[in-house]
């Protein structure tokens, strides 16, 4: 009788145990799709926009005139005072995934990231600018052949009233750029813009970012070979391609408010029609003017206010708002990926997966372990 009641109950402990290993499975396997495998089946469906090529060039010249380039924005790494551990955890994890699933499957030529970088940089200490930027080197490595371009924005620096050299000089030993910076790849130009620094208001910063950005301009003037600049004024400018740059910035052109934007990741309807304030939320009209007539840029983007939205300047000039790249901003976060030649650009938008999706798988797996 006690051996046949020893059977039964190490049977009964067999079918318990592998039950419990079934749910064990279950609920390793929802962890492993919901923070690795979701990322590579959103982002496989993506797919570069195809781009004009000149008729003239021969197909193995046009293979490599397009810059494959993907633009986010916004990342927010959180710092040491308005951080809560479990916050970064979760947002950070998801843009480190993200970022290292699309490189790995869209394999870009270049990286754009447009400003805000970071959530405290305006008041972190030495040492919590030392441990974000160390945070963000992990979240964001990239392979030697892509490359990574960092824009400044007010939340690295500050605000016009708070961003100092001190700020600035520290970005730039990071991320190599300070006033404005001009970069050329397979015949396309890119201009950085410090957008903080345009207040103005004769600062010494903002001045500094002035005549950098008017050097610039007097460079992309030249290089297209422009009947109304002379050769001699020309003469000791280095030669770029005669290509109308594309202006990457953190803040927007000006714009009243965001009304006119539309899509599922473009602002609520409650905030669209909050009028924008000059200087805060975007560019006084005066800097967005000057940008404009200094480089005649055949496209903008820009970030700033977390959402998408396309406006277009001067009835011809295409500025696209890059929305914010992390859940803690979105529950929807996404980035732009674009085909650029040195006459032409298309562009597309690739989402992340939602932050309510992962959650409702999650609490689905929840609740089918509770039944169980």
Not at 40 to 47: A, M, S, W
Not at 88 to 112: C, G, H, N, Y
Not at 318 to 330: A, D, G, Q
Request: aromatic residues 10%.
């Amino acid at each position: 009788m006690r051996s046949h009641l020893g059977i039964m109950k190490t049977r009964h402990l067999k079918r318990r145990g592998c039950f419990l290993l079934k749910l064990l499975c279950l609920l390793v396997l929802a962890l492993i799709f919901c923070e690795f495998v979701v990322y590579y089946v959103v982002i496989f469906q993506c797919r570069w926009p195809d781009v004009k090529i000149e008729a003239h060039r021969s197909s193995k010249q046009s293979s490599v005139s397009v810059v494959k380039a993907m633009f986010l924005a916004d990342t927010h790494l959180l710092g040491e005072i308005k951080g809560h551990w479990l916050d970064k955890l979760r947002r950070e994890w998801q843009m480190e995934r993200a970022f290292q699933t699309a490189l790995s499957l869209l394999q870009p030529d270049i990286v754009f990231i447009l400003g805000d970088v970071f959530d405290e940089g305006k008041w972190s200490s030495s040492q919590a600018w030392a441990d974000d930027v160390r945070r963000f080197q992990k979240m964001f490595w990239h392979p030697v052949q892509t490359e990574l371009m960092v824009v400044v924005g007010n939340h690295d620096i500050g605000f016009h009233y708070e961003m100092n050299t001190y700020k600035l000089k520290r970005f730039a030993k990071v991320f190599n750029f300070t006033a404005g910076k001009l970069v050329s790849r397979k015949g396309v130009n890119f201009v950085l813009v410090n957008s903080v620094a345009l207040e103005g208001d004769g600062c010494t910063i903002c001045s500094i970012a002035e005549a950098k950005l008017t050097k610039l301009s007097q460079q992309l003037n030249c290089s297209q070979e422009e009947q109304n600049h002379s050769k001699k004024r020309c003469s000791d400018m280095t030669q770029l391609p005669a290509s109308e740059p594309i202006l990457l910035q953190h803040y927007p052109l000006y714009r009243r408010s965001d009304a006119e934007c539309t899509g599922e990741d473009s602002a609520l309807p409650e905030e669209k029609n909050i009028p924008f304030k000059e200087k805060y939320d975007v560019l006084s009209k005066e800097a967005s003017q000057k940008l404009l007539w200094w480089f005649h840029p055949r496209l903008i983007l820009s970030a700033h206010t977390h959402s998408a939205c396309e406006v277009l300047h001067d009835g011809k000039i295409p500025e696209i708002s890059v929305p914010s790249f992390s859940w803690r901003n979105r529950n929807n976060p996404s980035f732009i990926m674009g085909s650029i030649t040195s006459s032409d650009f298309s562009l597309s938008k690739c989402f992340l997966p939602l932050e309510s999706s992962i959650v409702a798988m999650y609490c689905t797996a929840g609740a089918l372990l509770v039944v169980l």
